[in-house]
């Protein structure tokens, strides 16, 4: 039987409260946002999403039993630490993970990572046979899915993925053997799990058409959205700031960012910028040449809400016309909108089909377009940008809140295990 350390969620009247009659295991790469676990191989945005989708499904009164993840560290050379040993978390709550042991040399490393879980999944099936079972996959490179594909059918558990990070080798990934081999599997994959979870439709369309999906692009907490409560008219400055927070690099448009403020002359105009990645000397040479622009360097959460709150405008430069990444759609977009600021953003996925008329959508992915519509968000006045941006935050806590996510994934997964689904948008 299970160790209760390797419990995920257990509510003290379980019997009572709950309305799933399956359990879930969760498998993904979550642990707590905490000192001991923040290093260059940890993703807080990738993180949060994960332990904002477990307190939903828990609050849904999905029986999530089992948590399986690894402990986010650069492989070795680039740190010191050869073996990872195994280790029981708890990441909220009752909810606990369980960071399993694995060799931490690529590509010894996924291989490891993707039997010790198989054989986890396995124990925990066969502890668990008679009882409904799903196991639920947060992405499907990290460990590669097909181990957790088997050992699901082996326990005749259904097997669900949140696919919110396809990438294409040479694309982020480096193009190699090893990438081209996951970017197969995930092909392979796809069409023959028991649902999907996607952040865009385009997912579906491309590598599983006909097959029923779940549309979920993201959410906040109640908690963020009360950070962002609007309190009065707002205060007249003679400044206005422009921010973004991100990874530094060709996708997230800093080039078309840099060059756009480049064009905007106006000296009250301030660009302030939170992040690390590839162009970060790109940002410290322009911060450089121009006071106007401040690098502030990689924030905590509550550094980069406390630069929303201060800003006028957040910017959300998803390129896609130069840099191929038809399957993604930055969380952060949601949280931006929440954030009750006037956000201009690019059009990809389904974002001028759901969120134009909340947003400023860039005609084309130019330096141009880009200063354009900053002008003219310029000259609303900030009245008119707060009536706008709180019209935003409204459709966002109605439709986007974690909670409201959670309930419908709980819904799409009790129709997967009563073979009745439908796609859901």
Partial sequence: MEQNSDIASQPAAAAETEKHDFIVAFVGIVVPDESGFVNEAFSRAGNM???????????????????????????????????????????????????LPFINLQPIKQIHWGISVFLRLL??????????????????????????????????????ASLYDITIPGVVDPDDVYQRMIFHMTKWIIPRLDGRIVITEQ???????????????????????????????????????????GSLWEGNGIPVILKAFAQLKDPACRLWIAGKGELQDEVLKASANDPRISYKGLLDHQGVLAMYEAADVLLNIRITKQVEVPYAFPSKFIEYLATGKCVVTTSFAHVESEYG???????????????????????MGSEERQRFGAEAREYVARNKTWERQGLRIAKYLEGIMETRVESQR
């Fill in 123 to 160: 124990f925990w099936g066969l502890a668990n046979w008679r009882t409904p079972k799903v196991v639920y996959l947060y992405n499907l490179s990290r460990p590669p899915a097909v181990f957790q594909y088997i050992a699901a059918r082996l326990v005749r558990a259904k097997i669900v």
């Fill in 203 to 245: 997912i579906v369309t491309d590598f599983a058409p006909g097959k029923s999906f779940l549309l979920v692009d993201g959410g906040v907490t109640k908690e963020a959205l009360s950070i962002f409560e609007p309190v009065g008219k707002p205060v007249e400055r003679p400044e206005f700031v422009l921010a973004f927070a």
């Fill in 49 to 99: 999403s994960q332990l904002n989708l477990l307190k939903s499904l828990v609050a849904a009164e999905v029986r999530v039993s089992l948590v399986l993840s690894f402990l986010p560290i650069p492989s070795y050379p680039r740190t010191k630490r050869l073996w990872v040993s195994k280790q029981t978390v708890r990441l909220f709550g009752n909810c606990h993970a369980v960071l």
């Fill in 357 to 379: 008329q909340y947003c400023f959508v860039m005609k084309s992915e130019t330096p141009e377009a880009l200063a354009e519509v900053i002008e003219n968000v310029r000259k």
